[in-house]
């Protein structure tokens, strides 16, 4: 089973994100997640870097610059989606990412006390 660590430029991204208002409360993740030709096409115009700080997993071990080197994408390569956060912990607490978990729980909470959620 692969391992990850968590992605800090994920993080920061994510939080500027959240900060920017840049971010989706309801949505149906597994319709609008990015599919291979949404991914490929992000690649060709924002490169690796700015791919990267879409996921909030690093794969250990994996090659820089592919796709197999992150995971646990946090959205729709133009905001947020509060259910990519919500699939990212369960994901990661079924597989025993602990790290991983944790940052998306996190993250989650981020989004519900900026939005309100919480209260």
Partial sequence: ???????????????????????????????????????????DKHGWQEYGAWHLGLTDGA?????ARYGFVLGDFRRIHRTALIASVYRASEWRHKAVELAAHDLLQYLDDKTGLTA
């Avoid at 309801?26 to 096409?41: F, Y």
């Avoid at 090659?63 to 796709?67: D, M, Q």
């Fill in 63 to 67: 090659a820089e610059e592919t796709k």
């Fill in 1 to 43: 089973m692969a391992k990850y660590a968590v992605n800090p430029e994920a993080l920061d991204h994510a939080r500027k994100l959240i900060d920017a208002r840049q971010y989706v409360l309801d949505s149906d993740w597994g319709e609008v997640q990015p599919r291979a030709d949404d991914q490929n096409s992000y690649l």
